[in-house]
């Protein structure tokens, strides 16, 4: 799931019908993935496609992403839009900052989760008490929260010492780890440049060193959340709240008490994004988070509504951003690479009979290669631009299969299901 | 009865929204009333009032918004003046930005100093409103945008600074290869990319300099993105950069982060950033600073009122009109000091002449 972010574009691309896909058919679909970016990095010489440095550099920009994504999974799955998403990251951001200065990190990333509850609870009574309009809470919030952080970070900030007006004093980092002695031998061996070994390498080098802490936990709480709205009691009621709440309702189930538990959790994980992004950038600052909660709620689409999926749509969106600040070469080796992932789309569209979009596919996966032969860089306006062209492209012509929770986003009231 | 609560909530979110819009926008009116009555040997004009907009960031900013600030610091202590500041936010409309200048214009404030370059049109457009009041907008000068009768346009010579400071870059490289950060891809950013890349090339010729700008305008959020700023000295480290020039507002906290994990050098922009007390954990790694003394122009202009002696159109602040200096806090450049400073007399005498744009 989060081996370079294209290579699990294509994971989407041969959806399951119905059935599960057995664990091995995704560890073939990566490992053709690093393959395919092994050819690419040859061919363009762009070293770091597959580098231990761009693999970090993903990691550290999916993270928030994901959290973000995970906080609108939970709140859709029980059926409530969320798109105050990023409004609770800014909470969650500010509440880092505050204890994150005085207390250290973790202190940072508690106080940020509760912010973040905080702002999980107003949309929750706007939204399931009040029957007010999900996208109306959600914009309110996300013009209250920067207010609210930033007339916080005024009366908290000013006066402390090297803070400001609009920003903390710096919070310590969170502790990383590194697994020793298999971190060298890997930087030895993606050193040697080999086909496909060395990228492998490069990867795994990446995913074992200088591990912030607070990437872990996020691994455990998608893993978790998975795990606790598919594999238990409580998380089918919570979907069910989601799907039909009507009939939920008829089962016994409280579906108020549900969405209320749904949207502390979502409040609580956006939070948590804030704060992994303050804590690991070093400190609060106002417009910190700069649309990662709208991103991060594309990632969850993009996941079908599924954690795995977020962390994959999480992984592309990082993997492509860490590209385009990396470096340029990098960037334009990126076109090469859009480019065979789309002629692949192709031939799956066509397999699967849908001849138009192979066909689209196909021309635009033309268009793009001859796009990287005819020219040796790409102009910096559009490097920015990746990340979203990407994420368009493999959203539009590989994912048609995609299919929200049936009641997602409609008002509840008790006593009165259609 | 779901009518009427409905109701009592929508009004709840609005009341909320004005609070939102009221965050963002308080004002902090400075006292001036510790100096300004008694002490003026009897004087009986009434106090200047000035009215100052930040840009995002404002003060505390620690760095270009905090040099403003300082020089308005000193007028409120020395002129006694009367001061009202106000602050813009993070992807705010051209709209809020002239409502910020007309509030300050309405208010009876004058002069009223703009800081930043995204003020350019607003600036323009109050300003002929406001005949009778003056206006000063820091680093913009665009014929038929914000020239007028009314308007100073107080710029730096940025690409002069950012030449010594390459100069230094280029001494301290052990690699030969140089980073430059830049936050937004405008023209004022790439003046300070110009000059660093011909200090560096003009001290060694065989030097790269890598260049990276965060963001792409319109989207100006690469001025306050530490974690992107991380990312970018990262991967010009991994590539062999050693010293990186970080033009990038508050993001050049992550460049300087970066730098130290990897034990490579950063050079600061502004402000003395060696000197900045949210950055004292990184400092050890900042080579120099390009100075900009914004608060310099400020007293500059609001003396020149106070005298009547305003004058309209471009004051560029130079080396040589002491706007732009470079830093030698942290003492990790005293040995090349000479040749930095030799450049420094050249560029004022004329005989070096730095290009402003590519």
């Given at each position: 799931m989060s081996v370079g972010g294209l290579a699990v574009g294509l994971e989407v691309a041969p959806a399951d019908r119905g059935k599960r896909l057995s664990p091995w058919v995704y560890a073939l679909v990566a490992v053709a993935a690093l393959v395919v970016l092994s050819v690419v990095r040859l061919l363009s010489g762009a070293t770091d496609l597959t580098s231990a440095g761009t693999v970090q550099a993903a990691l550290t920009a999916a993270v928030p992403l994901a959290m973000a994504g995970l906080a609108g999974l939970w709140a859709e799955r029980a059926g409530v839009v969320n798109i105050g998403l990023e409004g609770m990251m800014v909470l969650g951001t500010f509440g880092a900052g505050y204890a994150g200065y005085q207390w250290g990190p973790w202190a940072g990333v508690v106080f940020g989760l509760l912010l973040g509850v905080v702002g999980g609870l107003l949309h929750a009574v706007a939204?399931?008490?009040?029957?007010?309009?999900h996208i109306i809470s959600g914009v309110a919030i996300n013009l209250l929260a920067p207010g609210a952080a930033l007339f916080l970070s005024k009366l908290?900030?000013?006066?402390?010492?090297?803070?400001g007006q609009k920003q903390s004093p710096r919070i310590s980092d969170a502790p990383k780890v590194t697994i020793p002695g298999l971190s060298s031998l890997l930087a030895d061996i993606e050193a040697k440049?080999?086909?496909?070994v060395s990228d492998l390498a490069g990867v795994l080098r990446g995913l074992t060193t200088e591990v912030s802490l607070l990437t872990l936990l996020a691994v455990l709480v998608i893993v978790g959340t998975a795990w606790v709205l598919w594999r238990t009691p409580f998380g089918l009621r919570l979907r069910s709240c989601g799907e039909s709440p009507a009939a939920a309702e008829s089962l016994g189930v409280n579906v108020y008490k549900y969405k209320y538990l749904a949207l502390v959790a979502s409040g609580a994980f956006a939070g948590l994004g804030g704060a992994f992004l303050a804590v690991s950038s070093g400190q609060y600052r106002d417009g910190?988070?700069?649309?990662r909660g709208f991103i991060g709620l594309a990632a969850m689409i993009f996941g079908n509504w599924r954690p795995g999926g977020l962390a994959t749509g999480a992984g592309l969106f990082g993997y492509t951003d860490a590209m385009a600040l990396r470096g340029s070469s990098a960037v334009h080796a990126l076109l090469l690479l859009l480019g065979i992932a789309l002629v692949v789309v192709a031939v799956i569209q066509y397999r699967s009979g849908h001849q138009l979009l192979s066909g689209v596919a196909a021309a635009l996966g033309v268009l793009f290669g001859y796009w990287y032969f005819s020219t040796d860089e790409v102009p910096p306006e559009l490097v920015g631009a990746a990340p979203y062209v990407v994420t368009l492209l493999v959203l539009g012509l590989a994912a048609q299969r995609l299919r929200p929770p049936r009641h997602a986003g409609e008002p509840y009231r008790r006593g009165q299901g259609v | 009865m779901r009518g009427k609560t409905t109701g009592l909530v929508a009004s709840l979110l609005a009341a909320g929204l004005v609070l939102a819009a009221c965050g963002s926008d308080t004002a902090t009116t400075g006292s001036g009333g510790t100096s300004s009555p008694g002490s003026t040997g009897g004087s009986t004009s009434p106090a200047i009032k000035v009215g100052l907009a930040y840009d995002i960031g404002g003060r505390g900013d620690q760095s270009f918004n905090d040099s403003a600030a300082r020089g308005l610091d000193k007028l409120k202590a020395d002129l006694g003046v009367e001061a009202k500041e106000l602050e813009a936010a993070a992807g705010e409309t051209e709209a809020q930005k002239e409502d910020r200048l007309r509030q300050l214009a309405e208010g009876g404030y004058n002069p009223i100093i703009a800081v930043g370059f995204s003020y350019a049109e607003s600036v323009g457009k109050v300003a002929k409103d406001f005949s009778d009041v003056k206006f000063a907008i820091v680093d913009d000068f665009t014929e038929g945008t914000d020239t007028g009768a009314n308007i100073a346009n107080l710029t730096f010579a940025e690409n002069e600074g950012s030449y010594l400071v390459g100069v230094a870059a280029a001494l301290k490289s052990q690699t030969g290869k140089i980073g430059f950060v830049g936050g937004v891809n405008t023209p004022l950013i790439q003046k300070f990319e110009v000059g660093f890349t011909a200090g560096v090339k003009a001290t060694k010729a065989e030097a790269t300099v890598d260049v990276k700008y965060l963001t792409q305008p319109p989207d100006f959020t690469g001025f306050n993105d530490p974690a992107k700023g991380e990312t970018a000295a990262n991967g010009m480290f991994d590539a062999g950069v050693d010293v990186v020039y970080a033009a990038a507002g508050g993001s050049g906290n992550g460049v300087f982060k970066a730098a130290k994990a990897k034990g490579k050098l950063g050079i600061g922009v502004d402000s003395d950033q060696y000197t900045l007390p949210s950055l004292t954990d990184v400092k050890d790694v900042i080579l120099t600073s390009m100075i900009k003394q914004v608060d310099v122009a400020v007293v500059d202009f609001v003396t020149s009122i106070k005298d009547n002696k305003f004058v309209a159109g471009q004051k560029v602040y130079d080396l040589k009109a002491g706007g732009i200096d470079y830093a030698t806090s942290g003492g990790k450049i005293d040995d090349i000091k000479a040749k930095v400073d030799e450049a420094k007399t050249k560029i004022v005498s004329g005989e070096i002449k730095v290009p402003e744009k590519k």
């Open positions: 939204t399931v008490t009040f029957g007010v309009d908290y900030f000013s006066d402390a010492p090297g803070g440049r080999w086909f496909f910190q988070t700069g649309g | -």
